[in-house]
């Protein structure tokens, strides 16, 4: 029903059904993550107006499972990415796991899973440094690759005076390039699928 993508390692399917609505992923060597995905894998979809918590445990200092509460994800929203790396100190919060006795050690982390009802998942607050940037992969992509452009272009830049006439060349000023970007940029921030058109 759900998977687990460690940035950069590995997409773990075998989730541990803990109870009837738990399920629970070992991460080990935690330490050394930042961020993971949660998806579900379109097999099996959560009932009608149910979605699932995504929680992260972890040991403290004296081997008590912590747990902070991450977001969720719903048939609507079937996978989120959350960063880790900072909640790794702290005090957890209230989750749904209770006293389980989950296998943990110090190195192996885990990411609960439990199916809620909607109407509480979004009454519930998530850790604030979990989120990840609202701005999707295509958007960030586009802004680095204009970016990418526009500094590599202006990087061959001369003056006027600097410039030797030749004939099978074209030169374009800087400022219309930097134009082109901007309107771009401005174009992506009122639609990002405006290019669809």
């Given at each position: 029903m759900f998977g687990c993508l460690v940035a950069g390692r590995l997409v773990q399917t075998d989730v541990q059904q803990v109870a009837e609505d738990k399920f629970v992923f070992n991460l080990p060597e935690y330490e050394n993550v930042n961020h993971i995905v949660v998806f579900m894998l379109g097999t099996v979809p959560?009932?009608?107006?149910?979605?699932?918590?995504?929680?992260?445990?972890?040991?403290d200092t004296n081997g008590v499972p912590v747990w902070k509460l991450l977001g969720f994800i719903t048939?609507?929203?079937?996978?989120?990415i959350f960063k880790i790396s900072g909640l790794k100190t702290g005090e957890g919060g209230q989750h749904p796991f209770g006293m389980m006795a989950l296998p943990q050690t110090a190195s192996v982390a885990q990411v609960g899973v439990s199916?809620?009802?909607?109407?509480?998942?979004?009454?519930?607050?998530p850790v604030a440094s979990a989120a990840v940037s609202a701005v999707d992969s295509f958007t960030q992509f586009t802004q680095k690759m204009l970016e990418s452009l526009c500094n590599f272009a202006t990087s061959y830049g001369v003056?006027?005076?600097q410039m030797t006439p030749n004939s099978s060349e074209i030169f374009i000023p800087a400022s219309v390039v930097m134009k082109w970007y901007e309107n771009f940029q401005r174009r992506m921030a009122q639609n990002p699928n405006f290019w669809k058109t």
């Open positions: 959560f009932p009608d107006g149910m979605g699932g918590a995504v929680y992260f445990s972890y040991l048939n609507d929203k079937p996978s989120a199916i809620e009802p909607l109407e509480q998942l979004i009454q519930q607050t003056t006027q005076s």
